[in-house]
């Protein structure tokens, strides 16, 4: 009798390809979509004055060891989008010997436009690997909102995050030239990691908001007065056209209402935009 074969987990492996363009009217318009499964991407109606809004949602409920999400959005010359997602992405253990969760995102902008990539929460349960990305190509006089957080476990039903492996990196070019690059990486013994002094104490989560454009030193002071109230760790910087604001927090709620305040601040007076983010971050 032969030996069964080892088992054959079935894998997600999705992409997403958005491409928005400036039509003669000046109003922007979905130029190309290409989508596979579990990515899926809707447009729903916005207020009048917004930007042209997508939400991307991954079919699956969530992600584990050994799946791929690829999403890349390309705003054309002089067109206005957001891109967000419909919810937190959630992230399971991962079986032995899987490969870490790949996500990719790579957004392309063109002269003079304005794009935002509003990711909401990703939860890493307990044992999840994740490998994640996100890169920008900026054409001279594009502005750009982007936002990433990360929750280390489902602390309201009891959970935390242990061990595991996350590496979360960035990757900002204007013109082609690489102006930031930056990266974390947590792996193993994560409980211990965050412990260390240079760890992150108390917090259970952890934010990126970026805003790259000419205008981004304007923001610095507003954004800066908007945290000097927040009880846990948070600081804003400038880096060659690029602000740079990162945030944690003890709570993952306040953690996202406090994203919440500052990516509305920025599209507001960078953009001219509501402060209120898409309807999805707040069903």
Known sequence: ?????????????????????????????????????PCRVLFPEVEPGEPLQAVLLTTSG???GGDRTCVEFNVGADACA??????????????????????????TAGANS??????????????ARLRRSFSADLAPGARMLAVESIVLGRHAMGEELLAGMLHDSWRIRRAGRLTWADAMRLDGDIAGLRRLPFGFGSAVGCATV????????????????????DADQSGATLLDGLLIIRMLDSEAPRLRSRVVRVAGLIRHMAGGYSRALPRVWHC
């Open 1 to 37: 009798m032969t030996a069964c074969s080892a088992v054959r987990h079935q894998r997600a492996d999705g992409a997403a390809i958005l491409s928005i363009g400036c039509g003669g009217t000046g109003a922007s318009r979905l130029r190309d979509l290409y989508q596979r499964a």
């Open 114 to 127: 304005w794009s935002e990539w509003l990711a909401q929460e990703t939860i890493l349960f307990n044992g």
């Open 210 to 229: 970026l805003y790259a454009a000419q205008d981004a030193g304007d923001l610095l002071e507003p954004v800066r007065e908007l945290l000097a109230d």
């Open 62 to 64: 969530g992600l584990t």
């Open 82 to 107: 957001a891109l967000t997602t419909q919810a937190a992405e959630k992230l399971y253990r991962a079986l032995p010997g899987t490969p870490p969760v790949a996500c990719t995102v790579a957004l």
